[in-house]
């Protein structure tokens, strides 16, 4: 039987927060260095330099930890956009560049990434809180690149559809399936979906 999600837990002290910022490094450590199968619960503490019943707390399973993994990139990519905007004169250029930096990034670290792509795949209800976190912090990422303060309701199902594209080309590329070059023409051709005309309102009226 799937196991529910997780209540919200209190806010981590310092000393938490620090803690846990040593389990996700360990765990990024490992990844990269062995992929998915690297990351094993006991590995990640001793790397951490945590319990493993302390790993736990925190995480409950290896998908929970490689799950909250690929939010700290995330997070981590928020952060150098913030600082290094992309700098495309259209929408569908800014997200583009956006999706491409953060694509970039993962290429770095191919087994660090396929880690994390098969932990999202695997998550089930149980993780979904950690997996709603990723999912809204991706559509950050791609609005503020967007630069649209009031998105329609159009353009938030295209940016939806935008980042369904992201993460299957980033699937296909990391099986080996796309290059490149594929990679970079899918994520340019989803992207103009931004800037399609609004049909919310209907045809014009005569």
């Not at 803690?19 to 199968?37: D, N």
């Not at 001793?46 to 736990?56: D, F, P, R």
């Not at 799950?67 to 992309?86: E, K, S």
């Not at 980033?170 to 979906?193: F, H, K, N, P």
Request: charged share 25%; aromatic share 4%; glycine share 6%.
């Amino acid at each position: 039987m799937t196991a529910e999600a997780r209540p919200a837990s209190p806010p981590l002290t310092e000393r938490q927060e620090a803690r846990r910022r040593r389990i996700l490094h360990a765990t990024a450590q490992l990844a990269g260095r062995g992929g998915f199968e690297a990351v094993q619960m006991r590995e990640v503490a001793e790397a951490a330099g945590v319990a493993l019943g302390t790993l736990y707390r925190y995480f409950p399973s290896k998908i929970h930890l490689l799950v909250a993994t690929m939010q700290d990139q995330l997070q981590h990519l928020h952060g150098t956009l913030r600082d290094h905007p992309p700098t495309g004169e259209s929408a569908a250029d800014r997200v583009a560049e956006t999706l491409m930096r953060a694509f970039r990034a993962l290429q770095r670290e191919p087994c660090l990434a396929d880690a994390m792509v098969r932990a999202l795949t695997f998550a089930d209800r149980g993780v979904s809180t950690e997996v709603d976190a990723v999912s809204r912090l991706t559509t950050k990422i791609v609005l503020d690149a967007t630069g649209l303060e009031h998105p329609t309701p159009q353009q938030l199902s295209a940016v939806r559809v935008i980042e369904h594209t992201w993460h299957s080309a980033l699937i296909t590329w990391l099986s080996g399936r796309a290059s490149i070059s594929q990679v970079r023409t899918d994520i340019e051709t989803v992207c103009r979906l931004i800037e399609l005309p609004d049909t919310e309102a209907g045809p014009p009226r005569d």
